[in-house]
């Protein structure tokens, strides 16, 4: 039978015919759809971790108790999840254990650009890199194939157009997974020094036999073609690879590339003509192949930074000019994301723009707050940052004497994946810092997953639902607001006295997604033209259901409006009523 | 032997119900017996932004990213992004545009311009440019508004060799099972454009 899956949801498919039984994550661009897609079965219990330290903790206790594991990922929750990962890497496993990192190179949703395959050298566990969806599914086979043979983790690298890239694959019945007993074994769970120290050096001869199954596996293999070039590729540049130069090129096709198989490569370049290295981002085959002392062409001429692409190989391998394009004759707007119609990070973020506070902002949509016209937000770094950052900003500002304001902005999934920590922190140390905790039922921006606060699991059923200001209270944060978010006039007031109020404070904004299903329908609103002025003071909301036309009159796409009230609250001549005609009070 | 792959881009806005289309239009390259690969970018862009996703199909197919200037057809689900991605049109290649109007951001704050003329320019530039009011023909032909990606794949259908009974049967199976009558009459009524 053949499915036309995306790489994540082959990855799915692969841990459900190859025995998985368990799978952790916490979602992430462009990694959620793995977890996602392995919820419905029923054979695998599976669920949203607090964050992807936790989820590689909660994968490896599963691993443990005989389960085969998949924990997923994306590049940036590799370097939350390192810690574990480190060590996991000399305790080794029992169940098989795949951890994947879905690698966004252009950073189409992400805050940086990281090419994780450096992770497999440097914690030492083997790597997998598929090439399309029908890898994608086999490499899972064989990725608990190798971890539990080789006693590791094993590291399923993928990127952007592997996870959301589509393709046919040739699918199969599930198999029974074989079963793996625990057994206690201080010497190899317990990684205290002594142990540790005799563990290194397992490391280090599974390496070595590891290097040696790099060199027979199937997973690495010649493809042969004309040998006057040879192309050394793994993932995604291999299909590039493959679109310009067909069968004009001989080619290395590199899917297992931790530790990589000297041998075979050594024989490779041997036979061929020139040889290119194409992989998209670092250097990382073609640093290790100079240091065999093979003579390659690499990085001085493909770039090593964003997506690869056949165009760009075709212009810095042969020499061809990109096609002419027809040429757009007009002037093109961008069409930037924003915050949704509706959204309640809006009303919080156009309050806080006319503060004269630093916002340290966090990871969520409310990175849509950056740009005009709210231009509300100062930083955004990395999960958790805010709270952090903020309390930092705000002990030096006074430490040094400028006294400036600093207020931390997260959102609840964010809370609780790594704010609370930093939240502990700023009481612990005396901290003054304002957090506004911007609640919305959900982890909007990967498309609405569950979290600890929301209680409900990633299966669907009922659970716990921890409140963020229980914990905010128990953690000795004296001063606690919640505030419904569309009250424009409670949002600054609540704000206003959290800045005032001398130690930490913290405010729960709480409205949910515009976007979740299942809301009470709010009336859309209208502009009555008579009383509007064309102040254009609405427009500074940057709500989409806003519609500025050519000759300067304001109205509102009935379609697009939730009822949120948020423009009718900012009119300062109150021109914006409920649909009807009714005025608003 | 050659390998001929054909290059598709189905573009739009995020939040218009693209990834629906996109899913019949590969279902239907499935079972007429092609390879296929498709590639679309979640998360960020889909919060109201430009959203493209690349249908690739043939022999063999490996890249799934079409190369600027090698588009076969353009679906466009929105006039300003047929606009935006004309530069992936080949010379000859063929337009399938919706004739509707989203304002993005910067023109609903009054910072950008609209291109109203998009349609001129596009039939200057296009080999060949079809034009349907999508939700028009969903209402007066169908009865349901929300046929109307189903009616411009009827439009784009008419341009790709695959037989009218194999899209028939991947839309049956891809909407919901009330709507299966709507949809058909709406795949009907867009291939006559």
């Given amino acids: ?585 | 032997m050659t390998n001929k792959v054909t290059n598709v881009l189905l573009v739009g806005v995020g939040g218009q119900g693209t990834l629906l289309a996109a899913r019949i239009l590969s279902g239907v390259l499935q079972e007429a017996g092609y390879d296929v690969k498709m590639s679309e970018v979640h998360g960020m862009s889909q919060r109201g932004g430009s959203v493209v996703t690349f249908v690739r199909y043939g022999d063999k197919v490996h890249s799934p990213l079409v190369e600027k200037g090698k588009a076969d057809l353009i679906l466009s689900f929105e006039k300003l992004e047929a606009l935006r991605w004309l530069p992936y049109l080949k010379a000859e290649g063929t337009i399938v545009v919706n004739d509707l109007a989203l304002l993005p951001s910067p023109v609903l704050m009054g910072k950008a311009d609209y291109p109203y003329n998009a349609l001129e320019i596009l039939a200057e530039e296009a080999g060949t440019l079809i034009t349907l009011d999508a939700s028009k023909v969903a209402m007066e032909e169908a009865g349901n508004v929300r046929t109307q990606n189903v009616a411009l794949l009827g439009a784009l259908a008419k341009h790709m060799d695959i037989d009218r009974q194999v899209w028939q049967q991947v839309i049956r199976s891809s909407v919901p099972p009330k709507t299966v009558d709507a949809n058909l009459k709406a795949f009907a009524a867009g291939a006559r454009y």
């Fill in chain 1, 1 to 585: 039978m053949k499915l036309f899956l995306s790489g994540n949801e082959a990855i799915a498919r692969g841990g459900y015919e190859y025995g998985a039984t368990f799978a952790a994550a916490y979602p992430g661009t462009p990694s959620t759809e793995i977890v996602e897609s392995l919820i419905p079965y029923e054979e695998i219990y599976a669920e949203w971790s607090t964050n992807e330290k936790v989820a590689l903790e909660v994968g490896l206790g599963a691993s443990l108790a005989g389960s085969r594991v998949i924990v997923a990922m994306k590049h940036v929750g590799v370097n939350v999840a390192a810690d574990p990962l480190f060590t996991a890497a000399y305790t080794g496993v029992n169940g098989g254990l795949v951890l994947i990192s879905a690698d966004d190179p252009t950073m189409h949703s992400s805050q940086n650009e990281q090419d994780n395959r450096n992770i497999a050298p440097f914690a030492k566990i083997p790597m997998l890199e598929p090439t399309d969806s029908q890898e994608a599914k086999d490499l899972v086979g064989e990725g608990f194939k190798i971890s539990e043979q080789f006693d590791t983790p094993v590291l399923i690298r993928i990127t952007t157009r592997i996870a959301h890239g589509k393709g046919l694959v040739d699918c199969q019945d599930r198999q029974q997974p074989p079963k793996r007993e625990y057994k206690k074994d201080a010497s190899k769970y317990c990684m205290l020094p002594a142990f540790a120290r005799k563990r290194r050096l397992v490391v280090e001869e599974r390496t070595a036999r590891l290097q040696e199954y790099s060199e027979t596996t199937p997973y690495n293999r010649i493809e042969w073609g004309a040998k006057d070039i040879g192309i050394i590729t793994s993932g995604i540049a291999y299909q590039y690879a493959k679109e310009v130069f067909g069968d004009k090129a001989s080619y290395l096709k590199l899917g297992f590339t931790w530790p990589l198989p000297e041998k075979m490569i050594r024989d490779f370049a041997a036979q061929v003509g020139k040889i290119y290295v194409i992989e998209e981002l670092d250097p990382y085959l073609e640093t290790q192949i100079k240091a065999m002392g093979i003579e390659v062409i690499g990085k001085d001429i493909i770039p090593n930074m964003f997506e690869l692409s056949a165009e760009i190989i075709r212009e810095k391998v042969l020499g061809e000019k990109p096609l002419p394009t027809k040429e757009i004759k007009a002037p093109i707007a961008p069409r930037p994301p924003v915050l949704c119609a509706g959204c309640p990070h809006r009303p919080v973020f156009y309050v806080l723009k006319k503060m004269n506070v630093a916002v340290m902002g966090d990871i969520g949509c409310y990175g849509l707050a950056v740009p005009p016209p709210l231009e509300a937000v100062d930083t955004t770094v990395c999960m958790g940052a805010s709270i952090g950052m903020a309390h930092g900003f705000q002990k030096a500002s006074d430490w040094i004497g400028d006294n400036k304001k600093a207020v931390g902005v997260i959102g609840d999934s964010t809370f609780f994946h790594s704010g609370m920590t930093g939240l502990a922190g700023m009481v612990f140390n005396k901290g003054i810092g304002a957090v506004l905790v911007l609640d919305n039922r959900t982890t909007a921006m990967t498309g609405h997953q569950p979290h600890p606060g929301t209680g409900i699991t990633a299966k669907g059923e009922p659970t716990a639902e921890i409140e963020i200001e229980d914990v905010v209270r128990s953690m000795g944060v004296k001063d606690v607001a919640v505030v419904d978010s569309y009250d424009l006039e409670g949002v600054e007031k609540a704000i206003r006295h959290a800045l005032d109020f001398e130690g930490p404070s913290v405010v729960v904004f709480r409205r949910a997604c515009a976007l979740l299903k299942g809301l009470p329908k709010l009336l859309p609103l209208e502009i009555d033209q008579e009383k509007c002025t064309q102040c254009h003071i609405c427009l500074g909301t940057g709500c989409p259901a806003l519609v500025h036309h050519p000759d300067k009159t304001v109205t509102i796409d009935a379609d697009a409006c939730t009822g949120c009230t948020v423009c009718a609250q900012v009119c300062p001549f109150d021109a914006i009523v409920e649909v009807g005609g009714e005025a608003r009070d």
